[in-house]
């Protein structure tokens, strides 16, 4: 789910940045980090969903063969411009999408995922409704039925790394919502 997508990124970023500068992320590297967080559902689902293009949402921008050399060419790109940081919160919060996929079946006590990050190498067996509306309304309708029949300690798995990033943020100073901000009218 796209929340917890921008948990483990938040975490893995903050944390990693707290260690090295011993500074919260700024407003500009969390925007990035979190839109970073979503990019490979926000390519691989519409492909999918939407033109058939792939059996699953993990295709091309999920697999390991394209996300290595993207992030690898991103550092030295960021460098060169003078925002390393901003090409690290880039890197973390995709990076962090494709580990999130290989561990998320862990805890309803499923195996590793690898297929969901090997594409085309290997593909995860294709979804029974494939296309649109139709299969965002059957994903959706999944994960509600799930929680209603879930185990309370597999629910509070789900719910409690998005509590540690939300605690987190806020200890951070809420990075990103001063930026927020300047975009929502005010009246007068």
Do not use: C
């Amino acid at each position: 789910m796209p929340w917890e997508h921008a948990a483990v990124g938040y975490v893995l970023y903050s944390l990693s940045r707290r260690s090295v500068t011993h500074e919260p992320p700024t407003d500009a590297e969390t925007v990035l980090l979190l839109v970073a967080t979503q990019f490979p559902d926000l390519i691989d689902k519409p492909l999918s969903w939407g033109l058939g293009w792939f059996t699953t949402g993990h295709g091309v921008v999920h697999s390991v063969f394209v996300a290595v050399p993207v992030g690898l060419a991103l550092l030295p790109l960021a460098d060169r411009l003078r925002r390393p940081a901003l090409g690290a919160a880039v890197l973390v919060g995709y990076w962090s999408h494709l580990l999130a996929d290989v561990v998320s079946p862990l805890r309803s006590g499923g195996a590793l995922n690898f297929g969901a990050v090997l594409w085309p190498v290997a593909e995860p067996s294709p979804y029974e409704t494939d296309y649109g509306l139709r299969r965002g309304v059957v994903y959706i309708s999944q994960f509600v039925d799930g929680l209603s029949s879930v185990d309370p300690l597999v629910l509070l798995s789900y719910l409690l790394l998005p509590m540690l990033a939300f605690a987190l943020w806020l200890a951070d100073g809420a990075p990103g919502l001063a930026g927020a901000r300047r975009y929502v009218p005010t009246s007068g």
